[in-house]
């Protein structure tokens, strides 16, 4: 393996990373307007707060896949033909998901129907399971070839640890979405945002303590990098921002509980890069041929040309989601 082959599996990481922390809010909030007890001027307002930045925050989730899959071209070729008609519907949601959300300006629209705001969270909680559930395949691991090829069966992906790991990227983005609209609560009762926040929480608690026990039994070879004491730094790190959350929303440091929140993923997803290294596809079992960094990078030459495109593009991505973070933090009128 070459110091490019691991820069683009770790640029990988952080695209996905940005993805979740970022679209993450997106899906929260949609998720969490499927909840009870939200006025009309409530949804108004918390459609109106990711709004402005829906659309750039889908650009990592597309990024990341395009780089991996441009950089690694198996891994392309054997996650196409395991997740075809999953990966189609994910793209379907999307689009839905944009249209329902219409052109950004929601907040303002007085004759809005709450059925497109139901829609656009039934889409959100469907734009954040099947990713998670196409993870928890991965992480298993796929019925792979001697050549590395998909060997399994359509719709094989239905498997009950990849279930609950789509299930729980679904409430870590809703926690993530809960931690944004308290910080844009406004003149929105400090309790209920803080209360939306701890619901989150106890479910993400309960969701990835079934994930964690169920990983045990359906990838155990997930565990095995914790020999080494600088692979506990992700999980302590995760477990520590986790147990600090509902203290710093009680305490009202809600800019402190979405930082936190944010670490969670970013944790997870360096949790879930030590796991599978050096492999980016597990065969399942042990058996067939595991897709690993080096025998599935494209040539020096391709992934020099590639790094100069991403390095281009992340900085002006970065720095419109910087922008619209700042231009509207402040709290939703």
Not at 40 to 49: C, H, N, Y
Request: aromatic content about 10%; hydrophobic content about 55%.
């Amino acid at each position: 393996m070459t110091d490019l082959q691991l820069t683009w599996f770790l640029l990988v990481g952080v695209l996905f990373v940005g993805h979740s922390i970022l679209d993450g809010i997106d899906c929260g909030v949609g998720t969490l307007l499927l909840g009870p007890g939200r006025s009309e001027e409530e949804r108004r307002r918390a459609l109106g707060s990711i709004g402005p930045a829906t659309f750039g925050n889908e650009f990592w989730l597309v990024a990341g896949a395009a780089a991996l899959f441009t950089a690694f071209p198996p891994v392309r070729t054997t996650v196409l033909a395991a997740f075809a008609p999953l990966l189609a519907a994910f793209v379907v949601v999307l689009v839905l998901r944009a249209a329902a959300l219409g052109s950004g300006r929601a907040s303002e629209d007085a004759e809005r129907p709450k059925s497109r705001d139901v829609a656009f969270g039934v889409l959100s909680v469907l734009a954040a399971f099947f990713p998670g559930l196409i993870l928890g395949n991965v992480l298993r691991g796929l019925p792979l070839d001697a050549q590395g090829g998909y060997a399994g069966s359509p719709g094989g992906f239905l498997n009950p640890f990849a279930l609950v790991l789509g299930l729980d990227v679904v409430v870590l983005f809703a926690l993530q979405g809960a931690c944004w609209l308290n910080l844009r609560a406004g003149s929105e009762p400090g309790e209920r945002s803080q209360d939306r926040v701890l619901k989150a929480w106890v479910a993400v608690v309960a969701v990835h303590g079934v994930a964690g026990v169920l990983s045990l039994w359906a990838a155990p070879h997930l565990w095995k990098p914790y020999h080494h004491p600088l692979t506990w730094i992700a999980p302590v790190v995760m477990l520590v921002s986790l147990v600090a959350l509902p203290f710093l929303v009680k305490g009202g440091l809600a800019r402190e509980a979405l930082l936190a929140s944010s670490t969670v993923l970013a944790a997870l997803w360096a949790i879930v890069g030590q796991g599978l290294y050096p492999r980016l596809i597990p065969a399942l079992g042990e058996v067939g041929h595991s897709l690993t960094i080096a025998n599935s990078a494209a040539t020096p030459t391709v992934l020099t040309s590639l790094l100069l495109i991403l390095i281009a593009a992340l900085t002006l991505v970065a720095g419109y989601s910087v922008f619209v973070f700042v231009r509207f933090r402040r709290p939703a009128s």
